[in-house]
C-alpha cells in the first residue's frame, strides 16, 4: 500500500510518501500563497521523488497543517497535534513529549506509547515563541534566519530580552543592537526568551522524556540548547528532517485508516 | 513524604522571607536618622510575627491564616498568631525568588490573565509551600480572585480538613450593609473560639480596639501633615509601613501606637526644617503624586526612587496610605462589633475602592487631590484590577472636571516582566513632558 | 445556521438568538407594554413577568467593535460588558423601560456605574448578591428582593402582591419544565436536536415574552417528540462555561463532529435544572432561596465548587459524554480558577477535558476547530 500525508503550513508546504511503513519520497517548499497549489505542488515533487508519475497512484491521502482544509485531493484531513505527535513517535519511539516550533504557532504535545495524543496546549495567537518571531528579530539584526543559527557563541553571556511581546522584543533588541552589544550574545538573549516561552507550556502539559523538537524551528541548534539548559534533560535530535513530522505523522494515519 | 517533612517544606518560603527580611532589617541600621529607626522597628516587629507563626507550625499551637480586613482587632485581642495568604505578593519588596515562585505559577496553567497577587498563594498552596494553621479566615471580596483563591484552597487535600469561615460582602455600603456584616463578623468570632482554643474576653477587645483608635487617630494626624508642601516623606515612609504595622502584625498593640507617634515626630520635624522628601543635595519636590494603589512591591527599587530623584516626583498619598478607619465606639458589644464592620467594610484600603460601586474612587480622587494638593493622579493599573480597569473612563471623567493630570499605565505590581520598569519610567517621562509637569 | 428543524417556532428562536432586538419585543413594545433588561441570571425574572414586563437578557448579540466602550473599559476587561456596553452606546438599547444590574462579576458590576453616567435609560438599579449560599445570605437575598420588588412598583406604578408573583413563578417553573425536556431528548443516541439549536431555543427564552416562549417551545417539543435524530457524530460532549449565547459557536464545535449533548453553563442547563419552590407561601422568599441555594450555581458562588463538579459528573453520566470542554471569556477569573480545579477532579476521574479561552464575539475559528478536532481525535484513539 502506497499513501501519502501533505502538511500545508503558513511558511512550507511539506509531503511524505510512504509504501508499507517506509518513506519512500517526500519534499518540503515554500509556501504559496494559496493553500491548494502548495499542496498540489509538494505532493506531486514528493510523488515523483518516490518514482511515481502521479497522485492517483496512491491508496490513501491524508491532509494537515493550517490549510489542510484546502487539500482537494486528500480523503480527509486530521489536526495537525495528532500528525505531529505520530509523526515524531514514528521517527523516534521514545518521544513522550513533541514540543513543535513552526512559523506561525507552537504546540507541545504529550505522546502515548502509541503515538497519540494524551494532551497539548497550543500558542497560535501570537508571534512569540514561533517562526515568525525569529524572522522578525533577523530582520532587526539584518542576519537572515541562518544567521541567527549560525552566529550564536555558546560562550558569550547572553543579554536578557524581557519582552514577551514580540513587537516590543524587537524595539529592546534595536536597543541592543544600538548599546553595541555583541550579536552572539543578543542572539543567545532571543533564544532564551523564546525557550521561556516554551518552557512554561511544556510544564504545563507536563513533561515526560524523552522530549524532540519539530517544525522548523527546531533547527535552531541555540534554541535546542537554551531549552534543554531550562528543562534540565537533554533532548533527542530527530533522525530525519524534524520538518517533515507533521506529513509523516499523517502518511503513517492515511495508511492505518486505507488498512 | 512523612509529616514533618511536609510541615518542613510548608515553612521553606516563608522561612525564607523571614531571611530576607532578616537581611533588610540589617540594610536599614545603615539608613539614617529617625526615619532609619522606624523602618528597623517595622521590620523587628514583622520579624517578630514571622518567627512567632514558625513556632507555631514547629511547635503545634494555635493560629490562623486571616486578612487584614477580617478584623484583626479580634485576633489580638484573642492573643491569636496569625499570617496572611497574600503576605508574599504584598511583602515582596523585590525579594529575589518572587520571579521564579511567579514563573512556577504559570507553569500550573493558571491563566496569566489573573491577578499575580492570587495566582501567587495559588502556587504555594498547590504546592505544599505554605504553613496550614488551625483554622482559616478566607477572604470573598473585594474582587472576584479573592473568593477563587479560598475555592482552591479548600479543594486542596491538604487543607480540606482545616477549618475555613468567610465574611460575606454586601455590595452596598448603608447601614442595613453593615449590620450584615456586623453579624458576620460575630459569626467569624465564634468560629475561631470553637477552631482555635481561644476564647474573646470582651474587656480585652476593650482595651485593643481603644489602643487602636489612638493609633489611628495618629496616623491621621501624621496623614494631615503629609499635605504639607513640601510633603516631609517620600515612597520610603509613610503608608505601606503603617498599614503593614497596624494591619498586619499589631493591631491594637502599644507597640503600634508607639510607631505611629514615632512617625508623627518625624514628620514634624522634617516640616521645622523645612525638609521634603529627599536628602539629596539641591533637591526640590516639583510634582505631588497620588499612586492610586499599592506600591509595585515586586520592583519598587526600580521605579520609586527614580520618581523622586528624577522627577522631585513624590508620592504624596497612596492607596494604602489613606484610609480614614472610624474610631470604635467602645461603649457596648454592639457598638463595638459595628465599628468594626464599618473599619473591614467601608475603611480598608483596596477593599473600599473595589468592593463597592464606582463612587468609591470618584469620592477618593475628589478627596485627595484637594487635601493633599495632587498634581498628577496615577493609575497604575494593576493587571489583577479588573474593576478598576473598568472604572478608568470614571476616574478621567474625575481628574478632568478637577482639571488634575490623570496617567494611566498599565502594569504588573509583581511581576516585571509585565511592562518592565524601563518602560514604566519611560511612559511616566513622555507624560509629565507632555503635560508640563515638573 | 444549517437546520433541519422545521417548525415556525424554531425559526423564531434562531431569530431572536441572533439579534438584540426581535419581532417578539417589537410587537410587546407596540401594545404599550414595557421591558427591562437585566444581567446575570442570578437576578429573578419572575418579579418583572409579575409586574407585567418583559425581562430580557443583557447581550452584546451583533457587535462588531468596542470602539465607544473601549472610553469606559479597558483592554484588560471581559469582551462580553465591552461589546453589550458598545451596543448600548450605539443605541441598540434605547428600547429599554430599565435595567437591573448586579455584582455578578467584577467587569459586568462595572456596567452599572459607566451606565447612570452615558445613557438614559430610566430605572437602573443595582442589585447586592451574596458570595456564600447560607441561610443569612438567603436572608439577605429575600431583603434585596423585597426592595426590588417596592422599586419596581413605585417606578412603574403596579402593584406587586404575592398572587401575581406566584403566578409568574409557575409560569417561568413551566417554561423550566419545559426546557429541561428539551434536553432530556439529547440523552438519546440520535439526538433531534444540537447543541448550536438548543443554545438557540435557551436565548430565545431570555428574550421574548413568557407565556408566548412557552406556547412555541411547546410546539417546537411536538416536532422534536416525532423527529429522528442522526447518529452522524464523533463523540458525544458536554459544554461547561458561563456567558456563552452564540449559537454559531457551537456550531464550530459541532462540525467537527462533536455533538454537544448537555451542559452547565449560563444560558443552558442552570437556568432551568431546578425549579422554584411553589409550596413555599412566602413567593418572595421561595425565590431568594431558588437563586442564592437551590439552582446549579457557577463559580461566582463560594463554596460549591464539590457540587458543582458532582453535577457536571452527574450531567456527564446521564448524557454518556465522551469529553467535557470547559470554555472561559478571556480575563475571566472565576472561570478559569474553575477550570483549573475542574480539570484536576475529572483527570481523576479518567474524564477528557479540554479547556478552550474565548472572546465574546466569535474569532479565531480556524483555532477553535484545530484544538476541537484535536480533542476529537484524542477521544477516538482513547476508544481503541
Redesign the interface.
Known amino acids: 500500500m502506497i499513501v501519502g500525508g501533505v502538511d500545508v503550513g503558513s511558511a512550507t508546504g511539506k509531503a511524505v510518501v510512504m509504501k508499507d511503513g517506509e518513506i519512500i519520497g517526500s519534499d518540503m517548499i515554500a509556501a504559496t500563497t494559496r493553500p491548494q497549489e502548495t499542496a498540489r505542488l509538494v505532493m506531486e515533487a514528493a510523488v515523483r521523488q518516490a518514482g511515481l508519475s502521479s497522485i492517483d497512484h496512491l491508496d490513501n491521502i491524508i491532509g494537515t497543517g ?1 490549510g489542510r482544509l484546502k487539500v482537494p485531493f486528500a480523503q480527509e484531513n ?5 500528525c505531529h505527535a505520530r509523526g515524531a513517535h514514528w521517527l523516534a519511539p521514545s518521544t513522550r513529549t513533541v514540543v513543535d516550533i513552526g512559523g506561525q504557532d507552537c504546540k507541545v504535545i504529550s505522546v ?1 506509547e ?1 503515538g ?3 494532551n ?3 500558542n ?2 501570537c508571534a512569540a515563541g514561533t517562526g515568525r518571531f525569529f524572522e522578525a528579530m533577523a530582520r532587526v539584526l539584518y542576519c537572515g534566519l541562518e544567521g541567527i543559527s549560525a552566529l550564536e557563541n555558546q560562550g558569550e553571556e547572553p543579554c536578557i530580552i ?3 511581546c514580540s513587537v ?1 522584543a524587537e524595539s529592546e533588541v534595536v536597543t541592543l543592537v544600538n548599546e553595541g552589544t555583541e550579536l552572539p550574545s543578543i542572539i543567545a538573549g532571543i533564544n532564551i526568551s523564546v525557550a521561556s516561552r516554551l ?2 507550556m511544556v ?2 502539559v507536563g513533561l515526560v522524556e524523552d522530549l524532540v523538537l519539530t517544525g522548523g524551528c527546531s533547527k535552531n541548534d541555540g534554541l535546542a540548547r537554551a531549552l534543554a539548559a531550562k528543562l534540565d534533560i537533554k533532548i533527542e535530535r530527530l533522525p530525519q528532517d524534524p520538518q517533515l513530522a507533521g506529513a509523516v505523522g499523517a502518511a503513517l494515519i492515511a495508511a492505518e485508516k486505507a488498512g | 513524604m512523612d509529616r514533618d517533612a511536609v510541615r518542613e517544606k510548608s515553612l521553606a518560603r516563608y522561612k525564607q522571607e523571614r531571611d530576607w527580611f532578616a537581611l533588610l532589617r540589617e540594610a536599614t541600621k545603615l539608613l539614617p536618622g529617625e526615619e532609619g529607626r522606624l523602618q528597623e522597628k517595622l521590620l523587628t516587629i514583622l520579624l517578630d510575627s514571622k518567627e512567632t507563626v514558625v513556632d507555631c507550625v514547629e511547635n503545634e499551637k494555635s493560629f490562623i491564616a486571616g486578612y487584614f480586613c477580617n478584623a484583626p482587632e479580634l485576633f489580638h485581642a484573642m492573643d491569636l498568631p496569625w499570617y496572611m495568604l497574600m503576605e508574599t505578593p504584598f511583602l515582596a519588596a523585590s525579594a529575589p525568588y518572587l520571579l521564579s515562585d511567579i514563573e512556577g505559577a504559570e507553569n500550573m496553567g493558571i491563566g496569566t490573565d489573573l491577578c499575580t497577587a492570587i495566582r501567587l498563594p495559588i502556587y504555594y498552596i498547590e504546592n505544599g509551600l505554605m504553613p496550614v494553621p488551625s483554622a482559616v479566615l478566607g477572604l470573598l471580596y473585594p474582587c472576584d480572585g479573592a473568593p477563587m483563591l479560598h475555592q482552591v484552597l479548600e479543594h486542596n487535600k491538604a487543607w480540606k480538613d482545616v477549618p475555613i469561615y468567610s465574611c460575606d460582602p454586601p455590595y452596598t455600603s448603608d447601614e442595613r450593609a453593615v449590620e450584615y456584616f456586623a453579624d458576620e463578623l460575630r459569626r467569624m468570632a465564634d468560629f475561631l473560639q470553637k477552631h482555635t482554643g481561644k476564647t474573646l474576653d470582651m474587656e480585652k477587645l476593650v482595651e485593643v480596639c481603644e489602643e487602636s483608635n489612638k493609633s489611628y487617630t495618629l496616623w491621621q494626624d501624621y496623614n494631615e501633615l503629609r499635605r504639607n508642601v513640601p510633603c516631609p516623606h517620600g515612597w520610603e515612609i509613610g503608608g505601606a509601613q503603617a498599614f503593614a504595622i497596624s494591619q498586619c502584625f499589631v493591631a491594637g498593640d502599644p507597640r503600634c501606637t508607639d510607631w505611629f507617634r514615632q512617625l508623627y515626630k518625624c514628620g514634624e520635624l522634617k516640616i521645622q526644617e523645612g525638609k521634603g522628601a529627599s536628602a539629596t543635595e539641591g533637591w526640590k519636590e516639583k510634582i505631588r503624586l497620588f499612586w492610586f494603589d499599592i506600591m509595585p512591591y515586586g520592583w519598587i527599587f526600580e521605579l520609586m526612587p527614580w520618581l523622586e530623584e528624577e522627577w522631585g516626583a513624590v508620592i504624596v498619598m497612596d492607596m494604602f496610605s489613606n484610609f480614614p478607619y472610624t474610631l470604635i465606639d467602645t461603649s457596648s458589644e454592639k457598638t463595638i462589633f459595628h465599628g468594626l464592620a464599618k473599619r473591614n467594610l467601608l475603611d480598608a484600603p483596596m477593599i473600599r475602592q473595589a468592593r463597592g460601586t464606582a463612587e468609591n474612587f470618584s469620592n477618593d480622587i475628589g478627596r485627595i487631590v484637594k487635601d493633599y494638593k495632587i498634581d498628577c493622579v496615577i493609575w497604575p493599573g494593576h493587571m489583577g484590577h479588573k474593576d478598576g480597569a473598568a472604572t478608568t473612563g470614571i476616574m478621567r471623567e474625575t481628574c478632568r472636571e478637577l482639571a488634575v493630570p490623570f496617567l494611566h499605565i498599565g502594569l504588573d505590581l509583581f511581576d516585571r516582566r509585565y511592562t518592565n520598569p524601563e518602560e514604566v519610567r519611560t511612559k511616566v517621562s513622555e507624560y509629565f513632558r507632555g503635560m508640563g509637569l515638573g | 445556521m444549517e437546520t433541519d428543524i422545521k417548525s415556525e417556532a424554531f425559526r423564531k428562536f434562531l431569530e431572536a438568538s441572533e439579534s438584540i432586538m426581535n419581532p417578539e419585543v417589537r410587537a410587546w413594545k407596540d401594545q404599550g407594554r414595557g421591558v427591562v433588561g437585566f444581567f446575570c441570571s442570578t437576578v429573578p425574572e419572575e418579579l418583572f413577568t409579575a409586574a407585567g414586563l418583559l425581562p430580557f437578557r443583557m447581550r452584546g448579540t451583533g457587535s462588531t467593535s468596542t470602539e465607544l466602550s473601549d472610553a469606559y473599559f479597558s483592554p484588560i476587561n471581559c469582551s462580553f460588558p465591552r461589546h453589550t456596553f458598545n451596543q448600548a452606546l450605539r443605541g441598540e438599547y434605547d428600547f429599554l423601560d430599565g435595567l437591573v444590574c448586579i455584582n455578578s462579576c467584577d467587569h459586568v458590576r462595572r456596567i452599572y456605574d459607566n451606565w447612570i453616567r452615558a445613557l438614559k435609560t430610566p430605572f437602573v438599579q443595582v442589585m447586592s448578591l451574596p458570595r456564600k449560599v447560607g441561610e443569612p445570605q438567603i436572608d439577605w437575598y429575600y431583603d434585596e428582593l423585597n426592595i426590588l420588588r417596592g422599586q419596581l412598583e413605585e417606578h412603574f406604578g403596579v402593584q406587586l402582591t404575592d398572587q401575581r408573583i406566584a403566578e409568574a413563578i409557575g409560569l417561568q417553573n413551566q417554561v423550566r419544565g419545559l426546557q429541561k425536556q428539551l434536553y432530556l431528548l439529547r440523552k438519546a443516541d440520535k439526538p433531534p436536536i444540537t447543541g448550536a439549536e438548543t443554545l438557540a431555543v435557551m436565548v430565545a427564552g431570555t428574550a421574548m415574552p413568557k407565556q408566548r416562549y412557552k406556547e412555541l417551545l411547546t410546539e417546537l417539543l411536538e416536532e422534536l417528540g416525532e423527529k429522528q435524530g442522526s447518529r452522524d457524530y464523533r463523540a458525544r460532549l458536554m459544554l461547561l462555561g458561563g456567558e456563552l449565547d452564540d449559537p454559531a459557536y457551537i456550531e464550530i464545535i459541532e462540525k467537527q463532529g462533536g455533538l454537544v449533548v448537555t451542559d452547565s453553563s449560563c444560558f443552558g442547563s442552570r437556568l432551568m435544572w431546578a425549579s422554584v419552590d411553589e409550596a413555599e407561601p412566602d413567593p418572595i422568599r421561595a425565590l431568594a432561596r431558588y437563586y442564592i441555594h437551590d439552582r446549579p450555581s457557577c463559580p461566582r458562588m463560594y463554596g460549591l465548587q464539590p457540587q458543582r463538579i458532582a453535577f457536571t459528573r452527574e450531567m456527564a453520566r446521564e448524557f454518556r459524554v465522551d469529553g467535557i470542554i470547559g470554555e472561559r471569556l478571556l480575563f475571566c477569573d472565576q472561570w478559569v480558577v474553575e477550570n483549573y480545579m475542574t480539570e484536576l477532579d475529572l483527570k481523576e476521574d479518567e474524564i477528557p477535558f479540554m479547556a478552550l479561552d474565548r472572546e465574546y464575539i466569535l474569532s479565531g475559528e480556524g483555532q477553535l476547530r484545530t484544538r476541537v478536532q484535536a480533542f476529537l481525535e484524542t477521544l477516538e484513539a482513547r476508544g481503541n
Open positions: 493550517y486530521v489536526s495537525e497535534i495528532s502515548s502509541k497519540t495524543v494524551l497539548f496546549a497550543m497560535d495567537r524581557s519582552n514577551q516590543f518552557h512554561s510544564r504545563r
